[in-house]
């Protein structure tokens, strides 16, 4: 994404003129992480620029308080209360939940702001209740990478990337977490210019202003695997999920013996490409299990395993439980 691309999003305003308006809708289940990481950098803004640059106001499906997926409780209005007209902005604010239950008047409001012409931003998994509204057809858009597999399968017509932050038109969507004050900073930037941007980056000890396009931290690896090698191999098989390649055939995709990649997995990933590949199904296979409502057998198809029983099996040795246990549980 182009600096352009968030500047024309942030439709920057000029000194002396009001504050930018946000209006923060919270679902049911919200991460607060990614929800301070919305409201602290426009607080920041305001505290060290020493005037009113922000404001916002908080919603919730209903009047009352909405409680974060860690118990924390929010007073918010009811979202029918919000006045297109006295916001500038729609940033919704998601985490458990929201991908697997739908939030009918988050959703309906939703469609009935981006129709006023407001531009949208979600966070985390805010991007299913926009998709869910119909707003992301067609579009490009991002979410948390642990909920990618999932949103993938939900919405095929919806080009998903690995970016931070995306912006396609009047729609923003956010990774989440830390990636929120990344995208809070980038929109201060246009408003305001990179000085107030770095100010409030060094006030929350949060070193360089990542940019929309960075890929979201892959986990997987850890920050030991230094190995570019074993870094192209695990791109690769987290790639071919639904259709696993053999560790003969990545090998030789890779340039490399078989026994050469062998000894690299066993090395940087502890175990040989076959298992590691193994395991990153299984994990794939619990995330849409605990996501998603399509069926073990679907499931089992989608992370490439060619039976029903095979998938049990393995799942089994891996989880000490059955798909259908570990899904009842979560």
Request: charged share 25%; with cysteine.
């Amino acid at each position: 994404m182009s600096d352009r691309d968030i500047a024309d999003f942030a439709a920057a305003r000029t000194i002396g003129a009001p504050p930018f308006r946000l209006a923060i809708i919270l679902a049911p289940g919200f991460a607060l992480m990614s929800f301070a990481s919305v409201v602290e950098p426009a607080r920041g803004a305001n505290r060290l620029s020493g005037r009113k640059l922000y404001e916002w106001e908080l919603f919730g499906p209903s009047a009352g308080n909405v409680e974060s997926n860690s118990g924390i409780e929010v007073a918010a209005r009811a979202i029918a209360e919000v006045d297109a007209a006295a916001f500038d902005m729609v940033i919704v604010c998601a985490a458990t939940h929201a991908e697997a239950k739908k939030f009918t008047t988050l959703e309906s409001a939703l469609r009935r702001l981006h129709r006023s012409g407001l531009a949208v931003a979600a966070v985390s998994t805010g991007s299913f209740l926009l998709a869910r509204a119909g707003l992301l057809a067609g579009r490009r858009c991002t979410v948390h990478w642990d909920y990618a597999d999932s949103f993938r399968e939900a919405f095929p017509e919806v080009e998903l990337l690995n970016d931070l932050f995306v912006v396609d038109g009047r729609i923003l969507t956010c990774a989440g977490a830390t990636a929120a004050l990344d995208m809070m900073l980038e929109l201060v930037q246009c408003h305001h210019g990179r000085e107030l941007a770095r100010q409030i980056s060094d006030q929350f000890l949060h070193g360089g202003i990542r940019g929309a396009a960075e890929g979201q931290r892959q986990v997987l690896l850890g920050a030991a695997v230094r190995n570019t090698m074993i870094q192209r191999a695990v791109q690769r098989m987290e790639a071919t999920v639904e259709e696993p390649v053999s560790p003969a055939r990545l090998a030789r995709e890779l340039g490399v013996s078989q026994r050469q990649l062998e000894r690299l997995s066993k090395r940087y990933l502890g175990c040989t490409p076959a298992k590691f590949h193994a395991q990153l199904r299984l994990q794939r296979a619990r995330r849409m299990l605990r996501q998603t409502e399509l069926s073990v057998a679907e499931i089992a198809i989608a992370c490439g395993f060619v039976s029903l029983s095979h998938f049990a099996k393995a799942y089994r040795r891996q989880f000490a439980m059955s798909p259908r246990q570990d899904r009842q549980t979560a």
